[in-house]
């Protein structure tokens, strides 16, 4: 089911690799099944993901977690999907914190069209507690609340620790200070996941994010050759510079926040 869009997918993709079909890991998988076969999955846990749903399963998803109840902090996938879960969701598990209904999903499939800074490299494991704070101000500026009072708080620091780790953290460190951040947060079957990208705001504006995305992504292809993100479509700085790294939008995702 997942190999049939591993773009689009791959975020469940990494999750269902990382932890298996065992719920005790962490979440459930659910399955639609139509006369024997496997035509549509769910990912439900801490986040939400319907993968390759028609109207059908979408609705037999949404009666199903009616029945279980809600343990997600967000609904995210293409829009048609989340928007027609949401429609049956809505009047039990509402209101929605935020509801942001238009998120365009990019690829880049090669190189980068524009340079690459030269300053941004793979984290170190003694640079966490540099690194830590960004991803805070980061998180706390996207999603609208800090990690360490919102679902992620328990275990946040240990996960930006475990991607610095996995040397999947990549920032412009200057005088101890991060200038420039992101992560590859998702791994899948030749597709790749890049999150969490900040520019400090005493820099922006200044032409930092493009080069460095451009270096994310060029650290990212050692990862996986195909590299993708979604992004706020009110973003307009953030989608300009991806652009010009050359990402072009092949989806439009949807978020529900709660």
Same mark, same amino acid.
């Given at each position: 089911?997942?190999?049939?869009?591993?773009?689009?997918?791959?975020?469940?993709?990494?999750?269902?690799?990382?932890?298996?079909?065992?719920?005790?890991?962490?979440?459930?998988?659910?399955?639609?099944?139509?006369?024997?076969?496997?035509?549509?999955?769910?990912?439900?846990?801490?986040?939400?993901?319907? &993968?390759?749903?028609?109207?059908? /399963?979408? %609705? @037999? #998803? *949404?009666?199903?977690?009616?029945? =279980?109840?809600?343990?997600?902090?967000?609904?995210?996938?293409?829009?048609?999907?989340?928007?027609?879960?949401?429609?049956?969701?809505?009047?039990?598990?509402?209101?929605?914190?935020?509801?942001?209904?238009?998120?365009?999903?990019?690829?880049?499939?090669?190189?980068?069209?524009?340079?690459?800074?030269?300053?941004?490299?793979?984290?170190?494991?003694?640079?966490?507690?540099?690194?830590?704070?960004?991803?805070?101000?980061?998180?706390?500026?996207?999603?609208?609340?800090?990690?360490?009072?919102?679902?992620?708080?328990?275990?946040?620091?240990?996960? &930006?620790?475990?991607?610095?780790? /996995?040397? %999947? @953290? #990549? *920032?412009?460190?200057?005088?101890? =200070?991060?200038?420039?951040?992101?992560?590859?947060?998702?791994?899948?079957?030749?597709?790749?996941?890049?999150?969490?990208?900040?520019?400090?705001?005493?820099?922006?504006?200044?032409?930092?994010?493009?080069?460095?995305?451009?270096?994310?992504?060029?650290?990212?292809?050692?990862?996986?050759?195909?590299?993708?993100?979604?992004?706020?479509?009110?973003?307009?700085?953030?989608?300009?510079?991806?652009?010009?790294?050359?990402?072009?939008?092949?989806?439009?995702?949807?978020?529900?926040?709660?």
């Amino acid at each position: 089911m997942i190999a049939r869009d591993p773009v689009v997918n791959v975020f469940v993709d990494s999750l269902v690799q990382a932890s298996g079909l065992d719920p005790r890991r962490g979440a459930e998988v659910w399955g639609y099944v139509d006369k024997g076969v496997l035509e549509a999955l769910c990912h439900a846990g801490g986040n939400m993901v319907p &993968v390759g749903a028609d109207d059908a /399963a979408l %609705r @037999a #998803f *949404a009666a199903y977690a009616l029945r =279980r109840g809600r343990n997600c902090f967000q609904i995210l996938g293409p829009v048609r999907a989340v928007d027609q879960l949401w429609t049956v969701l809505e009047p039990h598990w509402g209101p929605a914190r935020e509801v942001r209904g238009e998120q365009p999903f990019m690829v880049i499939e090669g190189a980068p069209t524009v340079a690459p800074d030269p300053l941004v490299r793979a984290v170190e494991p003694v640079e966490l507690p540099i690194l830590y704070p960004a991803c805070v101000a980061m998180y706390t500026e996207e999603v609208g609340v800090p990690p360490q009072t919102g679902p992620d708080g328990t275990f946040y620091r240990s996960r &930006v620790a475990e991607l610095i780790r /996995a040397g %999947r @953290a #990549f *920032a412009r460190i200057e005088d101890g =200070r991060v200038v420039f951040k992101a992560e590859v947060g998702s791994v899948g079957t030749g597709v790749c996941q890049i999150q969490g990208v900040w520019v400090d705001p005493e820099y922006r504006g200044q032409g930092i994010a493009a080069p460095g995305m451009a270096a994310v992504v060029e650290l990212a292809r050692q990862i996986a050759p195909v590299v993708t993100l979604y992004v706020n479509a009110f973003n307009t700085p953030a989608r300009r510079s991806y652009e010009r790294v050359g990402f072009r939008t092949v989806e439009t995702f949807a978020t529900i926040l709660f």
